[in-house]
Every structure is written in structure tokens, then in C-alpha cells.
């Protein structure tokens, strides 16, 4: 007997928290380590919907995107991903980045980008989100960034 795949109801949208000295002015090229952890062991959500809103510090164009990294707890129980402790200029390892969203063009210095990247894995257990900024120029001198993520799964029973 075959069964009908249907997705679960998502869970509410939860902030993740960003530290406003790692998004405002956060350079092309950058990433900012939420200090939230996601706690995905006892629940293990399969999948994740990362949703955004922030200010731009210069004009964006075609190439212009934000990128998603999921960073799972290491075996040490303190490290996270590629060992990404702090938000940099640099982003994490490639292999981390769960997803990315293109910006629209032409959104001007001061003006705020809005965007969601969906049906991220998760791992089982907890992990950190960094949100990465590949727009080609800054985030606002006062970025006032805010991330939220839900959860979800399959539910094979329909």
C-alpha cells in the first residue's frame, strides 16, 4: 500500500540573533555567525527555511546574492562547521553553505533587501546559521539585519 508524502506544518518563524557590530557595515565577502543555536536532537526537523531583511550600503547588481551556511556541532561539542567561531570577513567553507538567494538589482545604498532561502537540510543536532554577504558592496552602516529560520519535515503517513 502505497503512502501519500505531504509536508508537516512548519514550525513559527524564530529569530536568530546576529550581533549588530558583526552585520552593520559587514564587508563584501563577509559572513556574521548567529549566536543562536538551533537544537534539532530531540525534534530532528529534516529541513529549514532561512528568511532575511537587511540594508544595503551601495547599489546591488546581477551578481549580487546572500548565501545560507549551516554550521553542525563538532564531535569536540564546542566547534561548529569549519571551526567559523566569529563573524569575519571571510564566510565559511563552501561545503557549508546550504543555499543562497540572488538579490534584486538596482536596490539602492539605504534601501532594504527581503528574501528567503527554503528547504535548507538540517542536521540532527545542533548547529549555528551564518548569513554571508556576496552582494559586491557593504551592509549599511547600520545593517539592522534580521534572520529567522523554521523547521520542518516529511510526514509520509499523509
Known sequence: MANLAKWNTPGAWTSLALTSGDVNSLASGGGALSTTVITNSTGLDQAADFSFVLTVGGTTTSSSLIPIYVLPLNQDGSTYGDGYASSTSTQPAIGYQVG????KI??????????????CNLPAGDCKIVIGNSLGVTFNATAAVTLKYRTYDVNLNG
Do not use: A, K
Open 106 to 119: 538596482g536596490v539602492t545604498s539605504g534601501s532594504t533587501v527581503t528574501g528567503i532561502v527554503q528547504f
Open 100 to 103: 543562497f538567494i540572488n538579490v
